[in-house]
């Protein structure tokens, strides 16, 4: 079974198809397909997550499982000093983020990484709709590595639903950083920002 979290999505059957979406009154064209997260268009909780952060005042971002490239892209468009690099472990998503980004004139990183495998350097932010179908042994991990990979006054941004464990991923996350805070809850989908 391939999943949108695998290596595998390449050998699913491709149907392209362009999805668009409005942030921050901007307007953003994207190609989406099967075998990424959300293939039919922005997913709720990474609308919550952009709108609640927005402005995000950061030198350095990386956009954590990237999926086809929304959030990382639109961050780079509000903030178009900043070093944006997007990781994911999907080959048809990354091949996917590399095209939005050029349909919508950002120049970032796009890095395979089974989450911070392939990551050297930190971050001012780092920011991530984690792959909660992935199971929490994974996303717990990159909450902790995550830490790691910050730069002194950086933080880790989620957006995690209720119901699928926004509770428990705040007590985790207590256990590794100094301050954990609640930025918003809307629908039942919580961001959370999570400080060294």
Not at 4 to 9: H, L, Q
Not at 28 to 36: A, E, I, P, R, W
Not at 121 to 141: E, H, Q
Not at 178 to 188: F, R, T
Request: net charge positive; with cysteine.
């Amino acid at each position: 079974m391939s999943h949108y979290y695998s290596k595998d999505n390449d050998l699913l059957e491709s149907r392209p198809h362009q999805i668009q979406f409005q942030i921050n009154q901007k307007d953003y064209t994207m190609t989406s397909d099967k075998g990424v997260f959300s293939k039919a268009g922005l997913d709720f909780g990474s609308r919550v997550l952009l709108e609640t952060i927005l402005p995000l005042e950061a030198n350095t971002i990386l956009d954590l499982g990237c999926g086809y490239g929304p959030i990382g892209i639109v961050l780079k468009k509000e903030n178009s000093s900043a070093q944006v690099t997007m990781v994911d472990i999907n080959p048809r998503a990354l091949m996917l983020s590399k095209k939005n980004a050029l349909a919508n004139y950002v120049n970032l990183e796009i890095i395979q990484s089974d989450g911070f495998e392939n990551i050297q350097i930190l971050f001012d932010a780092i920011v991530t709709n984690p792959p909660i179908r992935a199971g929490k042994k994974v996303i717990y991990v990159w909450f902790f590595e995550a830490k790691s990979h910050l730069n002194d006054n950086g933080a880790l941004y989620i957006v995690i639903q209720k119901k699928q464990g926004a509770l428990s991923a705040i007590k985790e996350c207590e256990r590794w950083y100094s301050k954990v805070l609640i930025l918003e809850k809307k629908s039942g989908y919580y961001v959370i920002k999570c400080q060294k």
